[in-house]
């Protein structure tokens, strides 16, 4: 079945560091990639997406690519910020199938700092 | 506009008893889910609607759990008989098309406490 595997956190960062988040997937056939975000006391929110291999997904100064060859989707941004501060979750949908549910890692908590 | 919204906020029942969980979607979105989030853990799929009928029931854990949809709008998920591993964020999405590319919008979710 379908799988992604995260890097566990908690992964704390000093303000304008460089981040990474880790996301490998197990899927046959091409899936869709999305990174959900979950700020303290909010709803998921859709952070970006990529739906082909070597597409860029970007958002908010965070991208991922999908890498059908490693099948990887890390998580990157270049200058973290305190409200940066969230869980991310890393997530595939299935075309193949009848419903394009959403396979989700166990997330990822970003602490930011000062 | 108005996004998914989820009733009640919070829940908290007694072993044994049956409990519903509403979701109102996005105005106009065919597709919705529902997922269920235990305590540092993803979501996990449930159920999907397409339109008024389940079109993937298969994460439905067994038979106490069951969810419906009857106008193609609101959906009530039912949790019979509950157990203490019942205790989760429940949360539903939604999305103007099922295809796997349709960006699926979740509501802030029902957290049940099963006592």
Known sequence: GNSVTQMEGPVTLSEEAFLTINCTYTATGYPSLFWY???PGEGLQLLLKATKA???????GFEATYRKETTSFH???????????AVYFCAL???RGTASKLTFGTGTRLQVTL | GAGVSQTPSNKVTEKGKYVELRCDPISGHTALYWYRQSLGQ????????QG???ADDSGLPNDRFFAVRPEGSVSTLKIQRT????????LCASSLQPQARSEQY??????????
Do not use: C, M, W
Request: glycine share 14%; hydrophobic share 25%.
């Open chain 2, 106 to 115: 979740f509501g802030p979710g029902t957290r049940l406490t099963v006592t």
């Open chain 1, 37 to 39: 975000v979950q700020y």
């Open chain 1, 93 to 95: 949908s299935d075309p």
């Open chain 2, 83 to 90: 157990e203490r591993g019942d205790s989760a964020v429940y």
């Open chain 1, 75 to 85: 998580l990157e941004k270049g200058s973290v910020q305190v409200s940066d501060s």
């Open chain 1, 54 to 60: 070597d597409d860029k997904g970007s958002n908010k």
């Open chain 2, 52 to 54: 008024t009928g389940a």
């Open chain 2, 42 to 49: 993803g979501p996990e799929f449930l159920i999907y609607f």
